[in-house]
């Protein structure tokens, strides 16, 4: 799918934030803990959710949407334990499995999610925390299996604070016998919303939010309602395009504590931020200066809105150095934003960008779904039309995309690529209920 957008349109309005992507999809995984119905409210209607989804089915849960962004799932006794490469390889998430499956004292088998472009993404922190925690864990012919045998907590130290290996440990932990320590644990706000889903269930976890998390392990987990929090990384993406278009962007239903490292450098660069309960304003008011970013684990300034901030210093008058400290490959959007006039230099972990006065409308490319968003901020400043292709990115983790944009004046147009899948942009408008007919929603190339 393609989405061709016409630049110079200051982004003028308020947009709903969605549930979090990155918290939804690790309270499906663990949903497969509890005997009971779990509900799970504030979902975003996102393809990433529609993939594991997917895998729920797999392994015999049953899920059923209800309404637009409310979940019921319900699991049997015995799943199946096994997830086909076929879905693992198209998310990484689908690796959150391992440790809610682990969780039920179960032999696990899930292939090894591929890397992607924004690093070789390995697992061995997840593996070390499973073996310590009393499963035999292979790895043959590109799958993980886990075997429990002796299944008793114990202290695991990670190297890095890896959110997904703090999740699958916290998971496995759940179920064990005896206490479990998580040292160096992430500290991020889906590990909080984790943590707090699964007490709702019945286990016993303490400290999430701080780099020590402490889990009590039992076989009892009930069902649950529970709400998913706000999707602090696309409310950075409309804030960051309120700057970039140069306009002024409401965010609403947001935890503004989630957002303090972005609002800090969205200031930085001069513009001006208005902060009211759960609802931020952003308004460009002038010109924008040059600053530096670090990207850190939590609560440091994000990498998945690296990519975004990477457009707004491209505008910034002067010379602003980006350092990604999180993941090895994720400066593949700067190749595309030179080719719309952007003068950036790469050079390992280091991006140095020297803002220019404007940037042109070209035909570009998605590599993953952050550099893709922005992408389509990039094309809202930009003089002239954008093309950007391999759009479908975009929709894998923002809800209602499109639909989002354009109600805040964004000249958006969604177009079918040789190959679509249907309904893929039906799921950029906000009207995917409907989605699952025929028809692509797209409008004809
Ligand atoms: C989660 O990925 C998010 N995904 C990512 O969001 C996010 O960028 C990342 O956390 C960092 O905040 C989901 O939650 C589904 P990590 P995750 O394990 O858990 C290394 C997006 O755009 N590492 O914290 O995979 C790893 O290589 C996505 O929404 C090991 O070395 O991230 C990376 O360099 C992209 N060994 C660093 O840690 C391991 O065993 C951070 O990875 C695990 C990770």
Known sequence: MKLVVQGGTPLKGR???SGAKNSSLVLIAASAISSGEVILDNVPRIAD?????????????QVVWEGRNTLRLKWPERLNREIPYSLAKKIRASNLFLGALAAKRGQVKIPLPGGCNIGSRPMDLHLKGLSMLGFDVSLEHGFIEAVPKKVEGCTIYLDFPSVGATE??????????GTTVIENAAKEPEIVDLA??????????RGAG???????????????????IPDRIEAGTYMIAAGVSGGEVTVENVIVKHLQPVIAKLQDVGLEVEVNEDKVTVRRVGELTATDIKTLPYPGFPTDLQSPMMVLLALAKGTSVIVENVFENRFQVADELKRMGAKIQVKGHTAVIEGVEYLSGAQ???SDLRAGASLLLAGFAARGE????VAELITRGYEAVVGKFSAMGAKIKALADEGDGLGICAGLSGHEEDRDDDQTGCASS
Do not use: P
């Not at 009590?216 to 709400?227: A, K, P, V, W, Y």
């Not at 954008?386 to 292709?389: F, G, K, L, N, R």
């Open 15 to 17: 947009v709903r934030i």
């Open 49 to 61: 959710v529609k993939t594991q989804l997917e895998i729920v089915r797999v392994l015999g849960g």
């Open 168 to 177: 699958n440990i916290m998971m496995a932990a759940a179920g064990a016998s």
């Open 196 to 205: 707090n889903f699964l007490n709702a269930m019945g286990a016993k976890v």
């Open 210 to 228: 701080t780099d020590l998390i402490r889990i009590d392990g039992t076989q009892e987990f009930h069902g649950t309602r529970f709400s998913v």
């Open 364 to 366: 570009v490319k998605a």
């Open 386 to 389: 954008t093309e950007i292709s």
